[in-house]
């Protein structure tokens, strides 16, 4: 039987681990999408997908890097002025072009790394998810990826893979560090 295909967002290398462990036991034939303009600056959303070559090549999964559309104006774009719900849009942003790559490649699915995250806002996602590809004709594949949380952190630590210590933009990496300000 020919396996169902399926378009897998990426947002990141450790992200990626258990949903891809979890569509190969589903019997997915994946390709990955590294579609991320939010990430900042320049350099950690290189090394985020140097992490994320690495763990393609150990799962043996092709992925789209889709380097030509890494621009923080597209980021700025969508949540200027609406900072305090800059998820919102930021989700709404990748996932909007997620269902786009797979109409235009008439994938089966779509689904998106984002749902292995514990800090994410996994509601919101999911029903974004579900609310944009209303009548695309293309599936979201819903898991609750968050399960294989510790499954995803021992084999990226297996891998010595990058591990970042923010969420991607440059408003959560100034959450993370300002209390260095203080020092
Ligand atoms: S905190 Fe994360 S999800 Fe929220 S806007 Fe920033 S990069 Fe996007």
């Known amino acids: 039987m020919k396996k169902k295909r399926i378009l897998l967002h990426i947002c990141c290398g450790p992200c990626a681990i258990y949903p891809i462990q979890i569509l190969k ?22 090394k985020r997908k140097q992490a994320l070559q690495t763990v393609s090549k150990e799962y043996n999964i092709k992925v789209i890097y889709k380097d030509d559309e890494y621009n923080p104006i597209n ?45 994410q806002k996994h509601d919101t996602i999911s029903t974004l998810c579900k609310d944009l ?33 923010y969420c991607g933009c440059i408003f959560s990496e100034f959450e993370r560090y300002k209390n260095e300000l203080k020092t």
């Open 75 to 119: 980021y700025f774009r969508e949540v200027i002025y609406r900072e305090n719900n800059r998820c919102f849009y930021c989700y709404h942003m990748r996932i909007e072009k997620t269902i786009s790559i797979a109409r235009r490649g008439k994938f089966d699915y779509f689904t998106t790394t984002l749902l292995y995250s514990k800090f």
């Open 133 to 165: 590809s209303r009548n695309k004709g293309v599936k979201f594949y819903y898991h609750d990826f968050r399960e294989g949380w510790k499954i995803g952190i021992e084999e990226s630590k297996n891998l010595g893979i990058y591990r970042q210590q």
């Open 25 to 46: 036991q589903e019997g997915f034939e994946i390709l990955g999408l590294y579609y991320n303009p939010n990430i900042h600056p320049l350099k950690e959303y290189l």
